[in-house]
């Protein structure tokens, strides 16, 4: 697939993060296809992450991800999913390899500065969660 979804988290938002990382961004080569600056409600932050609902660091997640407001994204590459996956590093910062988005500007394996989407099919789907067809350009 040609593209996929992303969220600058709380954390970054916060700590200032978001030029620099939307320049990480275009440098490696994604295109901006939808963007916009919103807070997500409890509600929203718990059917977005529904697939992890049973685990235990789920309340966490979602008092995290509606602590303050993020960036919602769809970005459009040859391979996106695997390639913005590189591009974030791991899930947890202290695992990320060098110059990675998350090895740069995550706080923690909990916040961890941005979100990548995990298949094709889930970025369609995330994307769709955050814009309409009339959004994405
Ligand atoms: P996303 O791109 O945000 O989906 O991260 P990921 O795909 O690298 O990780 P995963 O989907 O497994 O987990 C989703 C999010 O849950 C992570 O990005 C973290 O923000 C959070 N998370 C994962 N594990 C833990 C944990 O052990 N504790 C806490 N507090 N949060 C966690
Ligand atoms: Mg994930």
């Known amino acids: 697939g040609n593209r996929t979804f992303t969220m600058i988290k709380p954390d970054a938002v916060e700590n200032g993060h978001i030029g620099a990382i939307l320049d990480k961004i275009s440098a490696a080569g ?8 919103t807070h997500l ?54 695992d990320a390899a060098e110059g990675t988005i998350r090895k740069l500007y995550a706080t923690s394996l909990g916040e961890n500065a941005v979100h990548g989407s995990d298949s094709d099919e889930n970025a369609v789907i995330e994307s769709a969660f955050h814009f309409s067809g009339r959004e994405i350009f």
């Open 41 to 94: 409600s409890k509600r929203d932050a718990e059917a977005f992450y529904a697939v992890h609902n049973e685990r235990p660091f789920f309340g966490e997640l979602v008092s995290f991800m509606t602590r303050g407001p993020i960036v919602a994204a769809v970005l459009e590459k040859d391979n996106a999913v695997e390639d913005f996956r590189a591009l974030i590093g791991a899930t947890n910062p202290a």
């Open 30 to 37: 994604f295109k901006i296809v939808a963007m916009k600056f």
